[in-house]
């Protein structure tokens, strides 16, 4: 099952400069992190997928505001940005490694 939730419009781009104190990133979306946190809700079992950082601040998200919802976190997966089709086999190719991993022999 899926479902989608739009990521917020940001204008522009936010560019480090030297000599300007910060990292030059965008702060996490915590609101964002939370709209899709509760689109989660009721789910199995999860997996976090996607590049750069934010896989991993929205997990942290999770663990620290819904862990109702963390205990269901099975995969943070590094993966290059793929199409809605890419990352649904992705996925199944994902559980179905976990799904074998998990049987007792």
């Known amino acids: 099952e899926t479902a989608a939730v739009s990521a917020p ?3 522009g ?3 480090h400069h030297a000599g300007t104190p910060g ?3 965008l702060a996490p979306d915590n609101h964002y992190f939370k709209k899709v946190g509760d689109a989660l809700e009721g789910a199995g079992a999860i997996l ?9 601040q929205f997990s942290q998200f ?4 819904m862990p109702h ?5 099975v995969g943070i997966e590094p993966c290059e940005r793929l ?3 890419e990352l649904h086999a992705f996925s199944k190719r994902f559980f179905a490694r ?8």
């Open 13 to 15: 781009h936010l560019h």
């Open 62 to 65: 999770i663990r620290d505001r």
């Open 48 to 56: 976090i997928a996607g590049p750069g950082d934010a896989k991993a």
């Open 23 to 25: 990292p030059g990133h």
């Open 9 to 11: 419009d940001h204008e």
């Open 69 to 73: 919802i963390a205990k269901h976190i």
């Open 98 to 105: 976990a799904d074998r991993m998990a049987r007792p022999r």
């Open 83 to 85: 199409s809605d089709g």
